[in-house]
């Protein structure tokens, strides 16, 4: 079974204009990805930076097996709901 991290929304609370994305593997490793807001998001395409991103966090600090044992193509799926829901709560306010 291909490790999948959990992926938490971050917020800043005295910047709406400022989201990010914290990833947890059940290994213990972990990694945060932040990303602009705006109405204008580009969802899709900032989901798959933020990926990339978070992959080459992982070669960067030697993770190579987490690397290529996670299924990235959820990731970005999971990185969109976090994105898209930062966008709308952007527009509520």
Same mark, same amino acid.
């Given at each position: 079974m291909?490790?999948?991290?959990?992926l938490?929304?971050?917020?800043?609370?005295t910047?709406r204009?400022?989201?990010?994305?914290?990833?947890?593997?059940?290994?213990?490793? /972990?990694?945060?990805? !932040?990303?602009?807001?705006? /109405?204008?998001?580009?969802?899709?395409?900032? /989901?798959?930076?933020?990926? $990339?991103q978070?992959l080459?966090?992982?070669?960067?600090?030697g993770?190579?097996?987490?690397?290529?044992?996670?299924?990235w $193509? !959820? $990731?970005?799926a999971g990185?969109a709901?976090?994105?898209?829901?930062?966008? !709308?709560?952007?527009e509520?306010?």
């Amino acid at each position: 079974m291909r490790p999948m991290p959990t992926l938490h929304r971050l917020e800043d609370p005295t910047n709406r204009l400022r989201a990010g994305i914290l990833f947890t593997w059940d290994d213990g490793t /972990s990694k945060q990805a !932040s990303f602009a807001v705006a /109405s204008d998001t580009d969802v899709q395409g900032t /989901s798959k930076a933020i990926a $990339v991103q978070m992959l080459q966090t992982l070669m960067d600090s030697g993770r190579a097996d987490l690397a290529n044992a996670t299924n990235w $193509v !959820s $990731v970005v799926a999971g990185c969109a709901k976090h994105v898209r829901d930062a966008v !709308s709560r952007l527009e509520i306010h």
